[in-house]
């Protein structure tokens, strides 16, 4: 169980938040097609990015500008809604930062350190200390402020948020070499063979894309990068392996800033980069004592709280009775004679009589039709599905009308649903 720290003087108040949530995550296939995966929702009312944006607000970091790219209609909205809360009077800010081309004048961020340096007079206007780089794509519950600490009683040049992973695992990661201090002596972005820590053989150090530095060193280094023919401008590429040959780099292991309550055995972080994590890490919420917890009120994840009605349940006849059992059911919600098990109900859906839903992940303001039985879907936002259709159960049909994946996780949205009506 996390205990909040007591330091006399949050080193998080001289703090900037930085927030990357440019990037498309193509592996989550059409679920991206139309909002960037930052902004893909997750657990019932939250978008992916509020985990990241409450591990701010909840450190005490007041200062945050968040970095958008792809399709950032979707992503910018929900943050001028949920998110605008900071006041520059109690000298706090929320800054939106689209590639908008102000660096070169045809240029979008080329990689993510570019997508800091395109910003840097931003940057060195809001005079912080120092500058915490976020990915804005995955579930985690962390207090930056410990991290912070360590980065400054290390001297560290850049401190690097790290997961503790196994060794067999890890080659899909960027891997720290360190020594028995978390010193970084090498870093090796994807190795083959991966460096494990020197107290544990079977684990290595995998970068979570989570940096900390000192505000006029990172823009140093920034400067430096983008005069560098050939450069990617990358952290991971560039950025972090020229600090760890020639500056101070340490690694923060996740596990000594992770927050988790009373019900929270383990350090949770997720990336839910492909259809099947995305579904699986969502239905886990519905388990009776989920690896992650969202009832956490001394650790809330802020969002854009929309105005609903509370979820109705309808009907109590023998098979035409509205239940919901080891489900999670939002504001708006009416399941009106129908059976949902092990699922996820996202704000405004509508569950019809004699429908079933066994293991769904319904996204907001879905129709349910009379009938319809759905098992281990993804159902994206607004989509109707028709009277009686059947999806999770033949294999074959479902890869012929939808998107399924190997371990049999169906996504469907509005315009497959419409091809399949136009063929039948």
Not at 79 to 102: C, K, M, T, V, Y
Request: hydrophobic letters at 40%.
């Amino acid at each position: 169980m996390h205990n909040r720290r007591s330091y006399q003087a949050p080193l998080a108040r001289d703090a900037l938040a930085y927030v990357l949530a440019g990037g498309r995550g193509s592996r989550l296939k059409e679920l991206t097609d139309r909002r960037a995966k930052p902004a893909v929702f997750f657990g019932g009312k939250s978008r992916i990015i509020d985990f990241a944006l409450s591990n701010a607000i909840n450190s005490g970091i007041r200062r945050i500008s968040v970095a958008t790219q792809y399709q950032a209609h979707s992503l910018i909205r929900h943050l001028q809604r949920g998110w605008n809360f900071l006041r520059p009077e109690r000298n706090e800010s929320f800054d939106i930062l689209p590639a908008s081309q102000r660096v070169g004048g045809d240029k979008w961020y080329g990689g993510t350190a570019d997508a800091v340096f395109q910003n840097m007079d931003i940057i060195e206007d809001q005079e912080t200390k120092y500058v915490v780089v976020l990915a804005g794509d995955h579930i985690y519950k962390m207090d930056y402020e410990i991290m912070l600490r360590q980065h400054v009683d290390s001297g560290a040049d850049i401190t690097i948020g790290c997961l503790e992973v196994p060794r067999a695992e890890a080659c899909d990661f960027g891997v720290m070499h360190v020594d028995g201090h978390d010193k970084i002596i090498e870093f090796v972005e994807k190795p083959d063979e991966p460096p494990c820590i020197p107290d544990n053989p079977a684990v290595s150090l995998a970068s979570m894309g989570i940096y900390v530095f000192n505000t006029g060193y990172l823009m140093e280094q920034l400067r430096r990068d983008a005069e560098t023919e050939g450069s990617a401008r990358d952290f991971g590429k560039d950025i972090v392996p020229h600090i760890v040959k020639n500056g101070t780099a340490y690694a923060h292991r996740f596990t000594r800033s992770c927050v988790r309550s009373s019900n929270e055995e383990v350090a949770y972080w997720r990336d839910v980069g492909t259809i099947d994590a995305y579904w699986r890490a969502n239905v886990d919420l519905t388990d009776v004592t989920p690896h992650l917890d969202l009832y956490d009120s001394e650790w809330p994840i802020w969002t854009y709280a929309e105005i609903s009605p509370p979820a109705k349940f309808v009907h109590d006849e023998k098979g035409r009775r509205g239940s919901a059992i080891t489900s999670l059911v939002s504001g708006g919600c009416i399941v009106s004679g129908a059976s949902i098990q092990r699922t996820l109900l996202f704000t405004g859906t509508r569950a019809r009589s004699y429908s079933e839903l066994n293991e769904a992940v319904v996204l907001p303001y879905c129709e349910i039709g009379r009938g319809a039985r759905l098992k281990k879907v993804i159902i994206d936002r607004g989509v109707t599905i028709p009277e009686g259709l059947v999806v999770g159960e033949d294999p074959e049909f479902d890869a012929r009308w939808f998107r399924r994946t190997k371990e049999g996780v169906v996504l469907v949205t509005q315009p497959m649903v419409d091809s399949f009506l136009a063929a039948h």
